[in-house]
């Protein structure tokens, strides 16, 4: 059984930098792992991710001020959030996505770990 273990959230004021971790606690080849949040009375929203290969994909609104980097094994990842908004604050979940021999990929979720941006 995998686990996704995060670590890093916590109370920021506006304009500050928080790190976010994420390790899988078992042995898992993933082809991509990410980042989401949710906001309260929103739907949760991908934030980064990272491909095996090294592609990264952000949201729109976070471009330019958050950065996402994993491990080579691709088995953790990070997502360093620097300039933090006020609208930045939601619960923010990891993602590793896994093939399966049965074509469809399955997802595994981290616990959560509040990210609260606020003066």
């Known amino acids: 059984q995998v686990h996704l273990v995060e670590s890093g959230g916590g109370l920021v004021q506006p304009g500050g930098s928080l790190r976010l971790s994420c390790a899988a606690s078992?042995?898992?080849?993933?082809?991509?792992m990410g980042w989401y949040r949710q906001a309260p009375g929103k739907e949760r929203e991908l934030v980064a991710s990272?491909?095996?290969?090294?592609?990264?994909n952000y949201a729109e609104s976070v471009k330019g001020r958050f950065a996402i980097s994993s491990d080579n094994a691709r088995t953790a990842v990070y997502l360093q959030m620097n300039g933090l908004k006020p609208e930045d604050t939601a619960v923010y979940y990891c993602?590793?996505?896994?093939?399966?021999?049965?074509?469809?990929?399955?997802?595994?979720w981290g616990q959560g770990t509040q990210v609260t941006v606020s003066s």
């Open positions: 990272i491909t095996r290969d090294g592609f990264t």
């Open positions: 078992g042995s898992i080849f993933s082809s991509k």
């Open positions: 993602n590793l996505r896994a093939p399966t021999t049965a074509g469809r990929p399955y997802d595994y």
